[in-house]
């Protein structure tokens, strides 16, 4: 936890309210998110219970395995969620727009969202995706030709997750804690019922006493995927032993109601509370990259692309790990440099600083390290009060132009001298505008934008042999949909 975070808890014990840790906000939200709130039974991993999914605040839809032990209503619940989802996501994949590049390509002018209550819900979908998307509709253990199809997408959906600022599925307790700072733990930060208690209270009560009543399972039930324990025991056992009985699951869908319909008021809350905040300047950015992956999806399903392996190959694993580091280091330059309090936790953790502009060398020249002419190389000095914790030779990155790439050569008291490398134009002096000028206010921070430099990978096809060598390509069979929990 920075130093600013537990700032903003202190004070929001102290205030009796969650803390804004965030000027703008920083997830993307459509304008027609899908809202998803899984439960899965006790006890099995992948046996889902019920859920209530939809894009209306005031028209959900209720899906209830009324047996979950049961493999056949199991299926028949993923083929009744496949009627909900599949045509909401397929919806977007008819509009597209071009996007101007060296080479010009068609992507989709949006792309579905799913949000969920909590991480578990991430887990879970990802979990009902593995156990759908290889499927068949014949075979052993037929299901409805959607399933797969469902359970493609669900994968999908929860490998974009794993992608710092993706917004494709988007947990709304995480979402949350990007913006406010409760006064409880981040453990109970996972709990979205008491989260909301604090950022919002109820009318007569402060945080505290509105996150204690919403620990109350009979008025804030589990977001899920679990149940409460009481649930299980004292009223979902006696539904289900109804429905073997009477074969009807009448009992089972109301008792299960009551324990989602909490959950969708404040998954709908949640959203109403975040669209007041304006959007980051590069959250339309990631947005972007979301809809060109969803795309790519698009035209392999078209194709008859195979789900996805249950195991990566070494090359692909080593590129998504990449990928994956990449996608973090621009999302946490993208967020500081987008807000000022975010930034703020680099800056009093010495990796960045704010200061005024007191000196420039515009007209500096030297040779640069294996070159043979002179270049522009400004010195800029400013004054900051900032605690800076970086060395001379150090590279940073500038809020007002965050290609520019620069680099400190030497820090004494509370002046740091800072040497601009780049982006100043092709003249023989930097171009109007490219220097800070005396008395701006700056800021630099120990944040690339770019996302680092990337290791050079072999193709798959080229995987040495210390690594097994090339894969076999991967076709799935009937042994890949053979799980202990299926």
């Not at 996501?89 to 068609?106: D, I, N, R």
């Not at 039930?221 to 004292?234: C, R, S």
């Not at 000028?437 to 072999?458: F, H, M, N, T």
Request: charged share 20%; net charge negative.
């Amino acid at each position: 936890m920075s130093v600013i975070s537990a700032y903003a808890r202190a004070l929001a014990v102290q205030t009796g309210r969650a803390q804004p840790v965030a000027t703008v906000r920083h997830v993307h939200l459509s304008a027609t998110p899908m809202v998803f709130i899984p439960l899965k039974l006790a006890g099995e991993a992948a046996a889902p219970l019920a859920a209530l999914v939809g894009t209306d605040p005031a028209n959900p839809r209720l899906l209830v395995v009324p047996q979950p032990r049961n493999r056949d209503l199991r299926f028949a619940f993923m083929a009744e969620l496949a009627d909900v989802m599949l045509p909401y996501v397929e919806s977007f994949a008819g509009v597209t727009e071009t996007v101007e590049a060296k080479t010009p390509y068609e992507r989709s002018s949006d792309a579905p969202q799913l949000l969920v209550p909590n991480r578990g819900g991430i887990a879970f979908t990802k979990l009902l995706g593995r156990s759908t998307r290889f499927r068949r509709a014949d075979g052993p253990y037929p299901v409805h030709p959607s399933v797969p199809v469902l359970g493609q997408w669900l994968t999908f959906l929860a490998e974009r997750a794993e992608y710092a600022g993706s917004s494709a599925l988007v947990a709304m307790t995480e979402a949350l804690a990007l913006h406010w700072a409760t006064g409880q733990s981040p453990m109970e930060d996972a709990n979205l019922a008491t989260q909301l208690a604090w950022i919002a209270p109820p009318a007569g009560q402060n945080g505290p006493e509105a996150a204690l009543a919403a620990e109350d399972p009979l008025t804030s039930p589990p977001a899920g995927p679990e149940t409460h324990p009481d649930f299980d025991g004292q009223v979902l056992d006696h539904a289900i032993r109804a429905y073997e009985t009477s074969s009807s699951p009448a009992q089972v869908r109301e008792a299960l109601r009551t324990q989602l319909e909490p959950t969708w008021t404040l998954m709908w809350q949640a959203v109403r509370l975040l669209r007041e905040l304006p959007e980051a300047a590069t959250v339309d950015a990631r947005w972007a990259k979301d809809r060109d992956q969803f795309t790519r999806e698009t035209a392999r399903l078209a194709d008859g692309g195979f789900p996805r392996g249950r195991i990566d190959g070494a090359v692909s694993a080593a590129i998504r790990l990449a990928d994956l580091e990449s996608a973090l280091q621009t999302y946490e330059a993208q967020r500081a440099f987008d807000d000022p309090l975010v930034m703020a936790e680099h800056r009093v953790a010495g990796k960045a600083f704010s200061g005024e502009v007191v000196a420039v060398d515009a007209t500096r020249r030297i040779v640069p390290p294996g070159k043979t002419r002179a270049a522009p190389r400004p010195l800029v000095t400013i004054r900051t009060s900032d605690p800076v914790r970086l060395s001379p030779g150090k590279r940073l990155s500038s809020s007002r132009n965050r290609k520019q790439k620069t680099e400190i050569v030497s820090i004494a008291g509370d002046l740091v001298v800072i040497q601009i490398n780049d982006q100043m134009g092709r003249g023989s002096t930097p171009a109007p505008g490219s220097v800070p000028e005396v008395g701006e206010i700056v800021c630099y921070a120990e944040l690339d934008p770019s996302g680092g430099q990337r290791p050079r990978l072999p193709s798959g096809e080229d995987t040495p042999w210390t690594h097994g060598g090339p894969p076999t390509p991967y076709v799935p069979t009937d042994e890949d949909a053979q799980e202990a929990w299926s």
